[in-house]
């Protein structure tokens, strides 16, 4: 996630030089036909381009506000998704320690059982992060995971879903030795539903993209807009006695247009582990710290912090 509020001239320009080049050579090839050769010709009503700028300002601008929208639906998952680790962890350390009185109750085991609960929770959104990024680094997931767990996760397709399942099975394991009681398996696997589903909404927006014919027409409405603007602005400037400005004001639209399509691009899809992310490692790290501080730990992980001015 981008935090500061200046931009590397540098990074902006990988994302749009093709355009800018295209649009610089465009409009020298213009200008030194029109105004140093003297063909005419080549020029279209000024009318026509203001009127297709219109028409794709309008479409740029309904395509950024779904990008956006998907972003900010992607942040709230997360915020879901903390909020929900917090819970499940507050429920299985509370619900364990109610049953102290019981004959039954064991403090060793019940010390174990909350420990191997709350340390798969926390592999949970790591895994979850891992796989909405595509990123093989699986090996983060060892100190939270047993040798046995860590084996059946890494050799799994779907490992945050794994993780689910031992925790749903550890839970009547539970119920089984006395450490949990009563009603304590609804709760706790009404909890695991929650975070069955907010998985599944984070895989519904990282596999169903925006419908790719906006993606693909508007990419080809700005590079259409592109080749046109020199020829729409060559005779409104030469009567101006202005010409000199054909090529950088070309070179300025086509960068205003091109950073437009380019911001809803990248916005629409949220998990794909670039600087425009949703930060999930900060996340997943404030989800960590939590669950170590209710388990009573006191040697916590430092929060993630933004790294010239990103937050991953």
């Known amino acids: 996630m981008i935090l500061k509020r200046n931009f590397d001239p540098r990074k902006v320009a990988t994302y749009v030089w093709r355009e800018l080049t295209l649009a610089l050579v465009l409009s020298v090839g213009v200008y030194v036909s029109h105004v140093t050769l003297g063909i005419s010709q080549m020029t279209i009503p000024f009318g026509i381009l203001s009127l297709l700028g219109a028409a794709l300002a309008i479409f740029l601008a309904f395509r950024n506000n779904t990008s956006f929208t998907r972003w900010g639906e992607a942040a709230q998952l997360w915020a879901s998704i903390i909020n929900q680790c917090r819970i499940l962890a507050r429920i299985i350390i509370t619900f364990v320690n109610a049953h102290q009185h019981t004959p039954q109750y064991k403090a060793a085991a019940a010390d174990a059982f909350k420990r191997e609960m709350a340390y798969r929770l926390m592999a949970w959104p790591n895994a979850l992060r891992l796989q909405l ?13 047993s040798a046995s767990d860590y084996e059946t996760v890494s050799a799994a397709h ?35 539903a929650q975070l069955s589903s907010l998985q599944a909404a984070c895989e519904r ?55 437009l399509e380019r911001t809803g691009e990248v916005n629409e899809a949220p998990f794909e582990n670039r600087i425009t992310d949703v930060p999930m490692s900060a996340m997943c790290r404030t989800i960590e710290r939590d669950v170590r501080e209710l388990l009573g730990e006191k040697d916590l992980p430092p929060a993630l912090q933004p790294k010239d001015g990103y937050l991953y």
């Open 205 to 259: 927006l990282k596999t169903i993209p925006v419908p790719r014919q906006y993606d693909y027409f508007t990419r080809l409405f700005v590079l259409i807009f592109i080749v046109l603007t020199p020829f729409g602005l060559v005779r409104l400037l030469v009567a101006e006695n202005v010409a000199f400005l054909l090529i950088p004001l070309s070179v300025l639209v086509a960068f205003v247009f091109t950073i």
């Open 133 to 145: 990024r595509g990123i093989p680094e699986w090996d983060e997931l060892r100190p939270f995971l």
């Open 158 to 192: 779907n490992k945050p879903n794994v993780i689910l399942l031992l925790m749903g099975r550890q839970i009547y394991d539970g119920m089984a030795m006395g450490i949990l009681q009563g009603f304590d398996s609804f709760q706790m696997e009404g909890a695991l």
